[in-house]
């Protein structure tokens, strides 16, 4: 009997540590707050992988708003800058201007953006980027999932805005988890992966 107080007194501090710990996630604790702002943002915390812990490509496709069919295999060899985002995203019309001009920069240098439109209708998206001058495609992810689900089992997307730095085999070198705060720090991530020997 004794031993089963104990099992469960042991089950119980178990629990509660556990719950403690995940009470000081962030992104836990704006999903409970329910502000109903329509995202979870995250701090702009960058996490990059060094090449020989990147595991193996991520293999994805998708649909854009215009009807253009877009894969992995379409940017081999090239480093890709995947953007998680949507037109309502407080954060992400924050960024747009900056991952433009970046993706303008990089043009022909070896590296490509893509954006991954989680929420909208093509009509919606398009307005969007019509708005802030993108001209990097994005894919309509809302219907399926599809695009979200294919880096779910690396490095995730967690929060939106996203944003991820694909290395020239397609593996994930970096994540910015929410909107982009300096221009500086995805240009020195993109430089340098660019940089590296395949």
């Known amino acids: 009997m004794r031993r089963r107080r104990l099992a469960v007194l042991a089950g119980t501090v178990l629990v509660a540590t556990l719950l403690a710990g995940c009470s000081t996630d962030q992104l836990a604790a704006q999903y409970r707050e329910g502000s109903n702002k329509g995202y979870i943002a995250g701090d702009g915390s960058v996490t ?14 998708g649909t854009t708003g215009s009807g253009k069919v877009l894969s992995s295999a379409d940017y081999t060899g090239q480093v890709v800058v995947v953007n998680f985002w949507y037109a309502s995203c407080a954060p992400c019309r924050a960024e747009a201007p900056a991952l433009r001009q970046l993706s303008e920069d990089f043009t022909g240098k070896g590296a490509v953006w893509l954006g991954v439109n989680v929420r909208d209708q093509a009509a919606n998206a398009n307005a969007f980027e019509n708005s802030y001058g993108i001209t990097y495609p994005s ?8 695009m979200q689900l294919a880096f779910s089992g690396s490095i995730p997307p967690n929060a939106v805005p996203t944003t991820l730095v694909l290395d020239k085999s397609g593996r994930v070198a970096a994540r910015i988890l929410g909107a982009l705060t300096s221009q500086s720090i995805l240009r020195t991530i993109v430089s340098d992966t660019i940089a590296e020997r395949p």
Request: charged fraction near 25%; hydrophobic fraction near 50%; proline fraction near 5%.
């Open 48 to 61: 990059e992988i060094a090449a020989e812990e990147r595991g193996v490509p991520v293999v994805w496709s």
């Open 139 to 146: 894919v309509m992810d809302v219907d399926t999932g599809a």
